[in-house]
């Protein structure tokens, strides 16, 4: 299938790499976290007019807009969690929960997954804002969560190479396995939760049957350096992909097939590592985060 890209903007709000990136409950509107600690709101709408939620002492690797009660949640490392009404700018609560990075936010319903770099899985409670539990199956990091409601389960990407899959009804641990050679820096599930996609410090994607017990079905040398991030389309039929080589490359989730690569030389792409990605439904736009202090924003046409 042949297809454009076309870089339209870059944000240069941050005055430090940028780590992390999330979405609201409009598609045009998105936040961004930083080694500066702030954490900011941009409209796509509006190219490159930041508007500043909150500025934090330390970096901030990890936000979660959480859907059902439109809060944004930063993880403000080797500190806790901050919960913030981003409408009013204004602070809801704050949490002390770890001396440790934090490295992913999710959630199921009400109850926060909050992934440390100590390997401990933190759940709160966020209508009260109490810690509900700690789970540590590991003491290295865990870097990434994802969550499958149809199977009821979440799993752990961590930086032992391991992959746990834990029951969302009691989080007791159903399934650990060693994935790849390196840290699991990301997994997505496919939209329709069959398949979990991970992605590793070793460059490669590997994919899993969540249905199957979690066999390999799939393995692609994807990357040069580290796979830092992936992000399915709103129509989950592709997927990009961000890495520590500079490039981004987009993918066929069905077939796996590389179909484009955007860097620095063919589309004025990133300068540096490629830390995280979001993919908009607002014109089917694709939004990057860089150790350059850049967000780059990119029209993906299918032709």
Known sequence: MPINVQKIATYKGHNDCVYTLAPSDRPSVFFSGAGDGMVVQWDLLKPDEGTLIATLPKSVYALHHHADSNLLIAGHNYSGIHIFNWGEKREVASLQLTESAIFDISSVDNLLLVGTGDGTLVTVNLRTAQLVDRIKLSDKSIRSIAV???????????????????SLQD???????????????????????????????????????????????????????S?????????????????????????????????????????????????????????????????????????????
């Open 227 to 303: 796979i830092n991030h992936m992000a399915f389309s709103p129509d989950g039929r592709h997927f990009v992909t961000g890495s520590m080589d500079k490039s981004i490359k987009v993918w066929e989730a069905e077939s796996q097939k590389l179909i484009k690569v955007i860097d620095k030389s063919r589309h004025a792409g990133h300068g540096t590592s490629v830390n995280k990605l979001l993919w908009s439904a607002h014109e089917n736009q694709v939004i990057s985060a860089s150790d350059d202090r850049t967000i780059s924003i990119w029209n993906i046409i299918f032709e």
């Open 171 to 225: 989080f007791s641990q159903k399934l650990a396995f060693q994935a790849h050679a390196n840290s699991v820096f990301t997994l997505r599930y496919t939209p329709d939760n069959h398949y979990l996609i991970s992605g590793s410090r070793d460059a490669r994607l590997k994919t899993w049957d969540a249905i199957g017990g979690y066999k390999l079905v799939n393995e692609v040398v994807a990357h040069i350096f």
């Open 148 to 166: 499958n409601r149809l199977l009821n389960e979440v799993a752990l990407g961590y930086s032992d190479n391991y992959i746990r899959v834990l």
